[in-house]
């Protein structure tokens, strides 16, 4: 069988059907930090907690990822589409510069949470996989901190889309069950 190569752009835009949520992943310590925008967050284990990130091997996370041996997970709720800009570079933020305009706190490993957020989770780092471009980073979770919002920011056809629990249940109730089980037919 030959083999077709699948081109760059068909390969991108089956991915932008995969609704992905929306965090920031923050590398470093004191001024020598940085982050950036992902939808690549994957739970891996829940025994022992255990996520992994797809980081571009070319980005200014990996090298300090790498030499800190730490990072931060910070989970986006669906106000916080400012933060998901200026982390994936509008206005041409860079480093340390991207952090300004929002709460952080200094977590266990040294990095960066997001204060706010759904959930911010601070990972050692296990393992790092280089495969093509990109490094497969396995993180062991060593703090989490939870908050009590529940919309969230995901990413879809190329745009940020906001998830309300609550209200996205009730839209979906109105337009899966017919009318006629509503009104109790």
């Given at each position: 069988?030959?083999?077709?190569?699948?081109?760059?752009?068909?390969?991108?835009?089956a991915m932008r059907h995969l609704t992905g949520g929306?965090?920031?992943i923050t590398a470093g310590r004191g001024k020598d930090i940085t982050?950036?925008?992902?939808?690549?967050?994957t739970s891996l284990s829940v025994d022992p907690p255990t996520?992994?990130?797809?980081?571009?091997r070319d980005a200014s996370s990996f090298p300090l990822?790498?030499?800190?041996?730490?990072?931060?997970?910070?989970i986006l709720a669906a106000d916080q589409l400012d933060v998901a800009e200026r982390f994936a570079g509008k206005g041409g933020l860079k480093g340390a510069e991207r952090f300004?305009?929002?709460?952080?706190v200094t977590s266990v490993s040294g990095v960066p949470l997001l204060v706010g957020a759904l959930s911010a989770v601070d990972c050692e780092v296990e393992e790092i996989v280089e495969r093509h471009s990109h490094g497969i980073v396995i993180g062991r979770v060593r703090d989490v901190r939870n908050s009590a919002r529940s919309a969230a920011l995901a990413y879809w056809h190329g745009q940020y889309v906001a998830i309300?629990?609550?209200?996205?249940a009730a839209r979906l109730a109105d337009v899966s069950v017919p009318a006629s089980v509503r009104r109790g037919v």
């Open positions: 069988m030959t083999e077709i190569p699948v081109s760059p752009a068909d390969f991108r835009g929306v965090s920031i982050g950036m925008t992902v939808t690549s967050v996520l992994l990130v797809s980081i571009n990822i790498r030499r800190y041996g730490a990072f931060g997970v910070n300004a305009g929002s709460q952080w309300d629990q609550d209200e996205d």
